[in-house]
């Protein structure tokens, strides 16, 4: 079965241009535990090692792929014993794809691990006096619950094992999908994803069969040709689709694939295309066309509008957005006479959702683009005691700045997954407001800042919440106080 198995890996080494050697095995390990990357943990010899595919409970050969002072690194080459928790995962593409690591896992199970690496962060990182960690808000939806996906074209798509060792010339490698974790160059077609609701799947696939009838070039990402790049879809609670098409150059096939996709969804509200002919696929620095339909999609929450363009950010899992802004609300306890200050505000939807509670919001984000979503966003609401400034954090908290706009009573804080620079850090200790609401999406980086916020501040509530099912990542709201 090794002999089998290590041919599949020499040939897909071979295919990677990587050299074929033997590769290190460990024998039967248990897997004791999971890492917050989803990776499997067994110990050799008093050596941690982090198995790829693996759950705790299970026991399985290992193939060795990186080795470290403290560690080892591998996947599974060959399960002797399944664990019990393990489920069926509902996509065929899971293993190759790295989108949703935890489909082979319950739900609950996934809820409580989360739980776990929020607990484990706070106190091995932060070692700060904690309140009792409230129950983790699980998600309503498992699957579905994305309003956005981003999906590449490439002219050489991965190979499944299968189709290698068949050893057959294979004439179509066009895909339309996502890139294989830490392969740049490779995409894997994707046939379905559970992420986001329908039509999202039809929209995709009818795509990529027009593309491939009618000859349109996919990308090559080495060689730099081809017509198709990227294709986006985004989708409110309404059922109102945006596609935004990425492509090298405008031309008449370019347009009759807008037409066809039109008349075929007529959901699709908003069709917009881009060119671009970089070396990188973002279109931050793109302008982005309308060919059909309305510049922008409309989410509703509570009684806000927000208006989504193709570059604006809004979070992904609308559901459990609201779930979590209502938590950061309720945390702040914000009296008609307070200065709020809401800290990397991206395009304002927390600072807009509390602003009517406030006698004035600041919100400060670096992006310019996202703080004239902001603006935009407070005109379209009348919401009028909302100021927004385009500036990195660091250079623009400063005492002469809580001057002119007022010293903060509560700061809301929403840092990158990276947490916040020690200058803002120093800044919020500085600023003595009564309140500090921590949201994060990396609980140890979170509790990193917390540990340094310690000497004036004490964490009084702590409430995790679910937004990406099947995966380990997990947001957590933090309150602090001010203390006596």
């Known amino acids: 079965m090794f002999l089998a198995q290590n041919a599949e890996i020499a040939a897909n080494f071979k295919l990677m241009g990587r ?20 990776m499997g943990i067994a110990k050799k010899e008093g050596m941690v090692v982090f198995v790829e595919g693996a759950v705790t409970g299970d026991v399985v050969d290992v193939q060795i792929t990186r080795k470290k002072s403290g560690f080892r690194q591998g996947r599974v080459l060959n399960f002797l014993t399944k664990s019990d928790i393990r489920i069926e995962p509902a996509c065929s593409h899971f293993g190759v794809c790295g989108g949703c690591k935890w489909q082979n896992l319950p739900y609950d199970f996934q809820v409580a691990h989360k739980f ?26 498992f699957f579905h619950y994305r309003n956005k996906m981003e999906y590449t074209f490439s002219a050489s798509r991965w190979l499944t094992n299968e189709e290698i060792a068949q050893n057959e010339q294979i004439d179509q490698r066009n ?78 096939a370019l347009f009759s694939l807008l037409n ?29 066309q309308l060919f059909k339909g309305n510049a922008t999609l409309m989410e509703e929450m509570e009684d806000l509008t927000f208006s989504i363009r193709p570059k604006s950010f809004y979070q992904t899992n609308p559901k459990q957005a609201y779930r979590l802004y209502c938590v950061a609300r309720e945390m702040a306890n914000i009296q008609k006479t307070d200065i709020v200050y809401d800290l990397y505000t991206g395009t304002g939807t927390i600072a807009l959702f509390v602003a009517r509670l406030a006698a004035k919001v600041i919100g400060v984000e670096y992006v310019e683009d996202a703080v004239a979503d902001a603006r935009l966003n407070a005109t379209n609401n009348n919401i009028d005691n909302a100021t927004f400034f385009a500036a990195d954090m660091k250079d ?89």
């Open 116 to 141: 776990k690496q929020v607990s484990d962060a706070l106190k091995r990182i932060a070692k700060v006096e904690l309140p009792e960690i409230q129950p983790i808000l699980a998600a309503p939806d």
């Open 260 to 288: 066809a996709i039109s008349e075929r969804f007529p959901e699709i509200t908003s069709l917009q295309f881009a060119i671009n002919n970089k070396r990188n696929d973002t279109l931050q620095d793109i302008p982005v």
């Open 396 to 484: 623009l908290l400063k005492p002469e700045f809580f001057n002119e706009h007022g010293q903060p009573d509560i700061i809301i804080t929403d840092p990158p997954r990276a947490g916040m620079h020690e200058d803002v850090v120093k800044c919020l200790l500085e600023s003595n407001a009564r309140k500090i609401v921590y949201v994060s999406c990396n609980a140890a980086t979170q509790a990193r800042d917390i540990a340094l916020l310690d000497v004036k501040y004490k964490v009084t509530a702590v409430q995790p919440v679910d937004m990406f099912p099947q995966t380990t990542h997990v947001e957590n709201v933090v309150c602090l106080e001010l203390k006596a």
């Open 19 to 38: 050299k074929s050697s033997a590769p290190q095995i460990y024998e039967a390990l248990t897997i004791i535990d999971i890492a917050s990357e989803g």
């Open 175 to 252: 895909a339309l999908g996502f890139h294989v974790p830490g392969r740049f160059d490779k995409v894997l077609a994707i046939d379905k994803c559970y992420l986001q609701a329908e039509p999202g799947n039809a929209i995709r696939d009818f795509v990529r069969d027009y593309a491939i009838q009618h000859e349109l070039s996919f990308f090559h990402l080495i060689e730099q040709t081809g017509l198709l790049r990227n294709l986006i879809l985004r989708n409110n609670q309404k059922g109102e689709w945006m596609l935004i098409l990425s492509v090298t150059e405008e031309n008449d």
